[in-house]
């Protein structure tokens, strides 16, 4: 629980081949296995497992390490949180 509870921003590094692999483990055209996403937890989304509950999970969002913005366009969150920015009406949450 110390990572929840940090004051200090926590990520993983994932490389960034990761959204550029296709269902037989090879990498789609215009990816590169070079360089590194940090996944950032949204511990908003953490859910404990009702079959076991010492089991938790949470969602992520892709950010870019080293530039600005930080968004990654190819982040299933983004394309997500761009469509309900951009929706004429205000219906959808996440």
């Known amino acids: 629980m110390s990572f929840i509870s940090s004051p200090i921003r926590k990520s993983v ?3 960034k081949a990761v959204l550029g692999m296709i269902q ?3 990498m789609a055209p215009g990816f ?3 360089g590194e996403y940090f996944l950032m937890p949204d511990l908003k989304s953490l859910r404990t497992s009702s079959l076991e509950p010492r089991y938790a999970s949470f969602m992520g969002q892709f950010e870019e390490k080293y530039s600005d913005p930080k968004e990654v366009g190819l ?3 983004t ?3 761009r469509l309900v920015r951009s929706s004429p009406q205000p219906v959808l949450a996440f």
Do not use: E, N
């Open 24 to 26: 037989i483990d090879l």
């Open 13 to 15: 590094g994932i490389t």
């Open 75 to 77: 982040c299933p969150r």
């Open 79 to 81: 394309i997500l949180s």
């Open 32 to 34: 590169s296995p070079a």
